[in-house]
C-alpha cells in the first residue's frame, strides 16, 4: 500500500487539487468534502459535470475522482499519471483502485484532506 499513500501525498502538495464525487449516498461524505472546500487551492465538485466538455482542468491541477455511477467510465477517461480515480463498490474500466463502499472512500477522503491540511500549515 505504499504507492497509495505516495499517490496520496502527491496529491496533498500538488499547487491544485480538484476532488470530484460522484457516489451515494453523497450525504455520508459531506462534512468531509465541506472541510476540503475550505482549503486553499482546493476544488471540490459533487456529480458528474454536464456537459463533460464544459470541465475544463487548471494548469498544474491534479484531480481525484471517486465514482460509483454509471457515468464512471466517463470520469476516469480523463485521469492523468498524477490523478487518482477510485472506482466504488464496482469495477471501473480506467480507475486507479476500487473501494468497496462510500465509507472505505470517506477514510481515504480524511486521509487525503488531513495530509493536505498539514501540507498547508507549513511554513514555506
Given amino acids: 500500500m505504499s504507492w497509495l499513500f505516495d499517490r496520496l501525498t502527491d496529491l496533498a502538495v500538488a499547487d491544485r487539487?480538484?476532488?470530484?464525487?460522484?457516489?451515494e449516498p453523497i450525504d455520508l461524505l459531506a462534512p468531509m468534502l465541506q472541510r476540503a472546500e475550505r482549503l486553499r487551492s482546493t476544488a471540490v465538485r459533487r456529480g458528474?459535470?454536464?456537459?463533460?466538455?464544459?470541465?475544463?482542468?487548471e494548469p498544474k491541477q491534479v484531480r481525484f475522482i471517486a465514482s460509483g455511477s454509471a457515468r464512471a467510465g466517463v470520469l476516469f477517461a480523463d485521469l492523468g499519471e498524477h490523478d487518482l480515480g477510485v472506482?466504488?463498490?464496482?469495477?471501473?474500466p480506467g480507475a486507479t483502485m476500487q473501494v468497496d463502499n462510500v465509507t472505505d472512500l470517506n477514510s481515504l477522503l480524511d486521509t487525503l484532506i488531513t495530509m493536505r491540511s498539514y501540507v498547508q500549515r507549513i511554513p514555506n
Fill in 87 to 92: 472506482a466504488v463498490a464496482a469495477h471501473s
Fill in 48 to 57: 458528474c459535470p454536464t456537459p463533460l466538455d464544459a470541465w475544463i482542468r
Fill in 17 to 23: 487539487l480538484e476532488i470530484v464525487v460522484d457516489a
